[in-house]
T-cell receptor, first 114, second 119 residues
Framework: DAGVTQSPTHLIKTRGQQVTLRCSPKSGHDTVSWYQQALGQGPQFIFQYYEEEERQRGNFPDRFSGHQFPNYSSELNVNALLLGDSALYLC?????????????FGEGSRLTVL | AQTVTQSQPEMSVQEAETVTLSCTYDTSENNYYLFWYKQPPSRQMILVIRQEAYKQQNATENRFSVNFQKAAKSFSLKISDSQLGDTAMYFCAFMKHVTRSGGYQKVTFGTGTKLQVIP
């Protein structure tokens, strides 16, 4: 049973560029959340998708946007990259029904903005 | 808004010894969930233990146990018989309980404690 998979694992961009990160949830999961983890910090909630809609959003600007597809996979898009966007981006999946369940995390996408 | 505080940035423990990691949180909610997540150097975060706030009994999971003090808003993690594989970042996390089915599960994390198990 494949867990949460993310791609790419590493990428380097320059300021002002745009980036798309991808996530496939664990089999049987229908909810995908994205977190930003700066170096030495805990993950910060960006947003969550369920039924192809953004359901919750953290304190992130509109430059951060996302999408969820019918197969539950998800993308995170960041426009007009800033140096401060350099971080590990974690995708976490869970199953909405049945109460608050465990979050399963991917290994993350390490974004470096130069 | 909920906040989670981990006041120990780094800790170390001898192999086979016991170590306790501290966590405090702030919330006005009465029903919620608390978690400890482990993030080894390979980066993939995994759940160590979970506690429902309405349960008075402290959760245990093999060598891992918690001391949940709801009134004090404290949630510490005890690791017994520490092993080299326990070396990792440990994050305390909070999730508000919602009444609709499942709810939308936003998790708030602390800043983490880096644990080093020394041979």
């Amino acid at each position: 049973d494949a867990g949460v998979t993310q791609s790419p694992t590493h990428l380097i961009k320059t300021r002002g560029q745009q980036v798309t990160l991808r996530c496939s949830p664990k089999s049987g999961h229908d909810t995908v959340s994205w977190y930003q983890q700066a170096l030495g910090q805990g993950p910060q909630f960006i947003f969550q998708y369920y039924e192809e809609e953004e359901r919750q959003r953290g304190n992130f600007p509109d430059r951060f946007s996302g999408h969820q597809f019918p197969n539950y996979s998800s993308e995170l898009n960041v426009n007009a990259l800033l140096l401060g966007d350099s971080a590990l981006y974690l995708c976490a999946s869970s199953r909405l029904a049945g109460g608050p369940g465990e979050l399963f995390f991917g290994e993350g996408s390490r974004l470096t903005v130069l | 808004a909920q906040t989670v505080t981990q006041s120990q940035p780094e800790m170390s423990v001898q192999e086979a010894e016991t170590v306790t990691l501290s966590c405090t949180y702030d919330t006005s909610e009465n029903n919620y969930y608390l978690f400890w997540y482990k993030q080894p150097p390979s980066r993939q975060m995994i759940l160590v233990i979970r506690q429902e706030a309405y349960k008075q009994q402290n959760a245990t999971e093999n060598r891992f146990s918690v001391n949940f003090q709801k009134a004090a808003k404290s949630f510490s993690l005890k690791i017994s018989d520490s092993q080299l594989g326990d070396t990792a970042m440990y994050f305390c996390a909070f999730m508000k309980h919602v009444t609709r089915s499942g709810g939308y599960q936003k998790v708030t994390f602390g800043t983490g404690t880096k644990l080093q198990v020394i041979p």
